[in-house]
């Protein structure tokens, strides 16, 4: 039996690149397309915290927005609503 546990963004990629749908994901790892989901959202939303972490560091030593930007892949505004605290989850 599969572990949910060894999904991984590089792993989902991989998958939805395959054409796999999200019911075909969830059967290969043995749990509920909610469950699946759940998961799927908790993941993304760690991957938020680890970049906005990531932008924040980076501009305490000085760098702007764009330079941000440009270095993790989102945009100016993005960087703009991390640091207000208005991003929406």
């Not at 999200?22 to 991957?47: N, Q």
């Not at 640091?83 to 989850?89: L, M, R």
Request: proline residues 0%; charged residues 40%; glycine residues 6%.
């Amino acid at each position: 039996m599969k572990r949910f546990e060894e999904l991984t963004f590089k792993k989902l990629e991989q998958m939805k690149e395959e054409g796999k749908t999200e019911k075909e994901i969830s059967e290969y790892f043995d749990v509920t397309v909610t469950t699946f989901r759940l998961v799927k959202a908790g993941m993304l939303h760690a991957r938020w915290l680890t970049q906005s972490e990531i932008a924040k560091r980076m501009r305490e030593r000085g760098m702007s927005r764009k330079e941000i930007a440009e270095c993790i892949g989102v945009s100016e505004s993005t960087l703009k609503e991390w640091e207000t605290g208005d991003a929406v989850d």
